[in-house]
């Protein structure tokens, strides 16, 4: 006979009774989700998924000072729990003193209700999160079967519900739900594709109208084709393609490897650039918990270690912080036991990312654009360079090119290189800001605010025969 299945709140307490280390952090997930995928304007699958994780965080103070292990597996039941504790606990032996050891975290702290939810079940979603958007759907693909159009994507709409309790009386509970949509649509004869895409809480504030009427436009734009070849050009960049190039940049805001030479928030000598311009342009990079339908942790809930957080600093209150404030450089992610050693100050990573502006719709930067290039997204991100944040990646489904305040066709795709940063003193308009999908990050990042930006000299290196 199999072991009971228990709650996520008694798989903590009972992992928390079962540590014989001097320290121990347990954090259990439990993972809802639901989807919808279409193809060639037909609804093809759609399904519900349930999952739990559980990771175990044993700290062994020792001479030389603290050591933490950690293990995580999926599925755990009340059999196995016993085993995962011992299994931290001799790797906390084997991995000797941690170099970001700081003392566990005790309670007292304001979470913003946080703590008084721990008895809470976990949130749930279903199907039945699409009972507005689904009829809809359904209206569009009709729609677009009869104008001789493909719509292809998904909708996909996760509930993530963790537990946080610590040997120090430490007992939190979060709740993300958020979800996701992603459209491509396609000519008849596959000659032209666009896509769009969004973020959403509960697929409530998602018009599928007006999205497929924008894809619509777009698909009209590529009937004239326009041979560009690689340059430098003025480029308008969507809020999704912002996105995709301010996550690598505040992934790349670690104090540690920025004090110690390795990132492009790195001075030359030593140190950090805290301080710094970037740019003369009014940039406000920040995060916030609390963000108008981007809300998030208030509190850090990690399985391990980084540059950017520590296994030890589970626990710790999450705030509004702000990175490039009015275009300088004003904060780094930095665990507790890097700011002891630097003198910094402890900033944890939050789950979100916000640029502020306030300026024109993109449609109306359009129309006071005498020539240049809009994206409509990019795709395959990789770093080049990290002392510089170099980036290599393509445009994908429509570049188009802009003269006198209108799209005059369709142009190629592009390979790009630039560094986001770099790109920051080269921004010669801020559009007003909005929530986002990014394209490229989605899987890993997906709570967003982007302005669309105008940018000078954006490099298109070479010409991609990518569609």
Same mark, same amino acid.
């Given at each position: 006979?199999?072991?009971?299945?228990?709650?996520?709140?008694?798989?903590?307490?009972?992992?928390?009774?079962?540590?014989?280390?001097?320290?121990?952090?347990?954090?259990?997930?439990?993972?809802?989700?639901?989807?919808?995928?279409?193809?060639?304007?037909?609804?093809?699958?759609?399904?519900?998924?349930?999952?739990?994780?559980?990771?175990?965080?044993?700290?062994?103070?020792?001479?030389?000072?603290?050591?933490?292990?950690?293990?995580?597996?999926?599925?755990?039941?009340?059999?196995?729990?016993?085993?995962?504790?011992?299994?931290?606990?001799?790797?906390?032996?084997?991995?000797?003193?941690?170099?970001?050891?700081?003392?566990?975290?005790?309670?007292?702290?304001?979470?913003?209700?946080?703590?008084?939810?721990?008895?809470?079940?976990?949130?749930?979603?279903?199907?039945?999160?699409?009972?507005?958007?689904? #009829?809809?759907?359904?209206?569009?693909?009709?729609?677009?079967?009869?104008?001789?159009?493909?719509?292809?994507?998904?909708?996909?709409?996760?509930?993530?519900?963790?537990?946080?309790?610590?040997?120090?009386?430490?007992?939190?509970?979060?709740?993300?739900?958020?979800?996701?949509?992603?459209?491509?649509?396609?000519?008849?004869?596959?000659?032209?594709?666009?896509?769009?895409?969004?973020?959403?809480?509960?697929?409530?504030?998602?018009?599928? #109208?007006?999205?497929?009427?924008?894809?619509?436009?777009?698909?009209?734009?590529?009937?004239?084709?326009?041979?560009?070849?690689?340059?430098?050009?003025?480029?308008?960049?969507?809020?999704?393609?912002?996105?995709?190039?301010?996550?690598?940049?505040?992934?790349?805001?670690?104090?540690?490897?920025?004090?110690?030479?390795?990132?492009?928030?790195?001075?030359?000598?030593?140190?950090?650039?805290?301080?710094?311009?970037?740019?003369?342009?009014?940039?406000?990079?920040?995060?916030?918990?609390?963000?108008?339908?981007?809300?998030?942790?208030?509190?850090?809930?990690?399985?391990?270690?980084?540059?950017?957080?520590?296994?030890?600093?589970?626990?710790?209150?999450?705030?509004?912080?702000?990175?490039?404030?009015?275009?300088?450089?004003?904060?780094?992610?930095?665990?507790?036991?890097?700011?002891?050693?630097?003198?910094?100050?402890?900033?944890?990573?939050?789950?979100?990312?916000?640029?502020?502006?306030?300026?024109?719709?993109?449609?109306?930067?359009?129309?006071?654009?005498?020539?240049?290039?809009?994206?409509?997204?990019?795709?395959?991100?990789?770093?080049?360079?990290?002392?510089?944040?170099?980036?290599?990646?393509?445009?994908?489904?429509?570049?188009?090119?802009?003269?006198?305040?209108?799209?005059?066709?369709?142009?190629?795709?592009?390979?790009?290189?630039?560094? #986001?940063?770099?790109?920051?003193?080269?921004?010669?308009?801020?559009?007003?800001?909005?929530?986002?999908?990014?394209?490229?990050?989605?899987?890993?990042?997906?709570?967003?605010?982007?302005? #669309?930006?105008?940018?000078?000299?954006?490099?298109?290196?070479?010409?991609?025969?990518?569609?």
């Amino acid at each position: 006979m199999s072991a009971p299945q228990l709650t996520a709140q008694e798989t903590v307490e009972r992992a928390l009774a079962a540590s014989r280390a001097d320290g121990c952090i347990v954090i259990a997930t439990e993972i809802s989700q639901t989807n919808l995928r279409w193809a060639n304007n037909t609804l093809t699958t759609n399904g519900e998924m349930r999952s739990r994780k559980l990771a175990v965080i044993s700290v062994v103070d020792g001479q030389s000072g603290a050591a933490a292990g950690v293990i995580e597996r999926s599925a755990v039941d009340a059999g196995a729990i016993e085993d995962l504790v011992r299994r931290a606990e001799k790797a906390a032996r084997d991995a000797g003193p941690a170099d970001d050891a700081a003392p566990l975290i005790e309670p007292g702290a304001d979470y913003g209700g946080a703590a008084s939810g721990w008895a809470d079940a976990p949130t749930e979603t279903s199907a039945g999160v699409f009972a507005g958007f689904a #009829p809809a759907l359904g209206q569009t693909l009709r729609r677009a079967a009869g104008e001789r159009r493909l719509l292809f994507g998904f909708a996909e709409h996760t509930a993530e519900t963790t537990y946080l309790g610590t040997s120090t009386g430490l007992r939190l509970r979060t709740s993300e739900p958020s979800g996701r949509l992603e459209v491509n649509a396609k000519s008849g004869d596959l000659t032209k594709s666009v896509w769009a895409g969004e973020f959403t809480r509960d697929f409530t504030d998602v018009d599928i #109208p007006a999205l497929d009427a924008s894809l619509q436009r777009r698909l009209s734009w590529a009937d004239r084709r326009v041979d560009l070849e690689a340059g430098r050009y003025e480029t308008l960049l969507p809020p999704s393609a912002v996105a995709d190039l301010m996550i690598p940049l505040y992934w790349s805001a670690g104090a540690r490897d920025s004090d110690e030479g390795r990132t492009v928030f790195s001075k030359k000598g030593g140190g950090s650039r805290l301080g710094e311009s970037l740019t003369d342009q009014p940039v406000t990079l920040r995060s916030d918990p609390a963000y108008p339908r981007l809300e998030t942790d208030t509190f850090l809930a990690v399985g391990g270690s980084s540059s950017w957080y520590s296994a030890f600093d589970n626990g710790v209150p999450i705030g509004a912080t702000s990175w490039i404030d009015d275009g300088v450089l004003s904060g780094l992610l930095c665990p507790r036991s890097w700011a002891e050693k630097s003198g910094g100050t402890p900033t944890p990573f939050v789950n979100n990312l916000i640029m502020d502006g306030a300026g024109k719709s993109l449609d109306e930067m359009i129309s006071s654009t005498e020539r240049g290039l809009l994206l409509t997204c990019l795709w395959y991100i990789r770093t080049v360079d990290p002392q510089t944040l170099l980036q290599t990646g393509l445009t994908r489904d429509g570049v188009y090119l802009i003269e006198d305040g209108e799209i005059a066709g369709a142009v190629t795709n592009f390979r790009f290189n630039e560094s #986001p940063v770099d790109m920051l003193g080269r921004i010669t308009e801020i559009g007003r800001s909005e929530i986002t999908l990014p394209r490229e990050w989605n899987d890993w990042f997906t709570r967003t605010a982007m302005p #669309p930006l105008r940018v000078a000299d954006f490099n298109m290196s070479t010409v991609s025969q990518a569609s």
